[in-house]
């Protein structure tokens, strides 16, 4: 049974954990539970999570609901409750169906970088609250999209940063996870293995992860794998503190002479082009980003590519494209990694448009489905753009996404068994176009299995192990 306002009252008194109250005020943070004394407080911790979120989401509307993951939480907004919201026949959602893509913000990967987990709680019920009062464009973006927002990834960090609060906060106080890793340098290191691969016309997407993987990431890193393997995420950013700029793959230099922080070179993936847009689109909505110069550093337009910048092994940014079809930036979003509350009001109308602004660039570029003769979707069909040597896969239900700039586009879909459909097809600047492909099969012959360039054998043996970088008092992602 749900405490009342009087004990909750007296466990804020007592300096005791918050507590849900129900009917609290304040839309989503109300429900949210955050104590009387402003953003800066805390959720329900880790024991009484899960059935704290369940009295949570009785309270709040259909399309708005708060799980538990793992030891933090995660918000999902979309007013469907499927992803095709009718049968999943392919011809019926291409009569009746949008396809929506899967887009997702995380914050707080490192701890004591806590600006990022107090504008995703807000976001969170700025969406819902706008939509709930028929705001049109907040309405669309909603309808359209399966918004994802997961405002801790390192909750035991937090909460070691959070004891200290904003005026004694040491630099690196509560930056790592409970075990004392860095979740930004956790992740399976496919940026060696994908530059092997590109010298030899390899695999440039999908890359596979070593054998004993799981074995070498933390539980956090595990579970966040885990996570992005079961959506087709398009788009996503993580969310950071310690400079102000909007930071895009890659960020592992390929050239390893270049890993000192003080030699860098640009780095850029085959997107490169469109991931300077995404930045950009950050960067100008927000406040004062695209100045460049914040924090005693200045990048041009308030973004850089993150190798040119310093090279960084085992991030998450880089991952995601290598290993997912995701695209994902890194935010730095204060120059104060643990601001103090009265601030928080600035950087939110600093942020808030921005934030939302980002979610709408998922909107562009080709979509639709893959299928076969019987309009059966085909999982995991390989989406090649000509000129641009990073290919994305169908989900399990065919459906696509591929994000790309204004222009005309030649486009191949393949898969293993099945004659490759090739079309042209020009790409606005508004609106994704929609782009179809169905295979025929080929019964001809049957492609060989297609492996990723190089055994396990040497997928292993370049997974190398990586000497933690020396501190720093400066920003690290």
């Not at 169906?97 to 976001?123: A, S, T």
């Not at 969310?239 to 860098?264: C, E, I, M, W």
């Not at 660039?361 to 299928?371: A, D, F, L, R």
């Not at 020396?470 to 920003?475: C, K």
Request: glycine residues 8%; positive net charge.
């Amino acid at each position: 049974m749900a405490p009342g306002a009087a004990a909750c009252a007296a466990q804020r008194r007592r300096g005791a954990r918050p507590c849900w109250q129900p009917g609290a005020p304040g839309g989503l943070r109300g429900q949210l539970a955050l104590q009387a004394g402003g953003m800066h407080t805390g959720l329900p911790l880790f024991p009484d999570l899960c059935p704290w979120a369940a009295e949570a989401n009785r309270a709040l509307p259909p399309f708005c609901r708060i799980f538990c993951f793992f030891r933090s939480w995660l918000v999902w907004l979309n007013a469907g409750a499927d992803k095709f919201r009718q049968p999943s026949h392919v011809e019926n959602c291409r009569q009746r169906c949008r396809v929506e893509p899967e887009f997702k913000y995380v914050g707080n990967m490192h701890g004591n970088e806590v600006l990022g987990r107090e504008l995703l709680l807000q976001l969170s019920e700025f969406l819902c609250e706008e939509y709930r009062r028929g705001n049109e464009r907040i309405t669309h973006l909603i309808h359209d999209t399966r918004i994802h927002i997961m405002p801790s990834m390192n909750p035991d960090g937090y909460e070691v940063a959070a004891k200290q609060g904003p005026d004694s906060n040491g630099y690196l106080t509560g930056r790592n996870n409970a075990n004392g890793v860095d979740l930004n340098r956790n992740f399976p290191d496919l940026n060696t293995f994908m530059y092997y691969s590109g010298e030899i016309n390899g695999r440039n997407h999908h890359i596979p992860l070593p054998d004993n993987w799981k074995s070498q990431v933390e539980p956090e890193t595990l579970a966040v794998i885990q996570w992005i393997s079961s959506y087709n995420f398009v788009l996503s950013a993580n969310l950071h503190g310690g400079a102000v700029v909007a930071n895009y793959p890659y960020d592992k230099s390929q050239d390893q002479r270049f890993r000192s922080h003080r030699r860098t070179v640009n780095t850029p993936t085959p997107d490169d082009k469109l991931f300077q847009k995404l930045a950009k689109t950050y960067s100008y909505a927000h406040g004062w980003m695209h100045r460049g110069w914040n924090c005693g550093d200045y990048f041009a337009d308030g973004i850089t590519n993150g190798a040119s910048w310093y090279s960084l092994s085992k991030g998450m940014q880089d991952f995601n494209y290598l290993y997912t079809n995701c695209f994902e930036i890194t935010l730095e979003l204060s120059c104060n990694k643990f601001p103090p509350e009265e601030d928080l009001e600035r950087q939110w109308m600093a942020n808030r448009e921005a934030l939302v602004a980002f979610i709408e660039e998922v909107h562009q570029g080709i979509k639709g489905m893959v299928s076969d003769e019987n309009n059966n979707g085909i999982a995991g069909a390989v989406i090649s753009v000509q000129g641009i040597s990073h290919d994305i896969t169908s989900g399990d239900m065919g459906d696509y996404f591929r994000l790309l700039l204004p222009g005309t586009y030649t486009v191949t879909a393949s898969a293993e068994g099945y004659q490759p459909q090739t079309v042209t097809t020009t790409v606005g600047p508004a609106a994704p176009s929609l782009v179809h492909f169905q295979l025929k099969q080929d019964v001809v012959r049957k492609a060989p299995e297609r492996k990723a360039s190089g055994t396990r054998m040497n997928n292993k043996a370049l997974q190398k192990k990586v000497v933690p970088r020396a501190t720093r008092q400066g920003t690290q992602r």
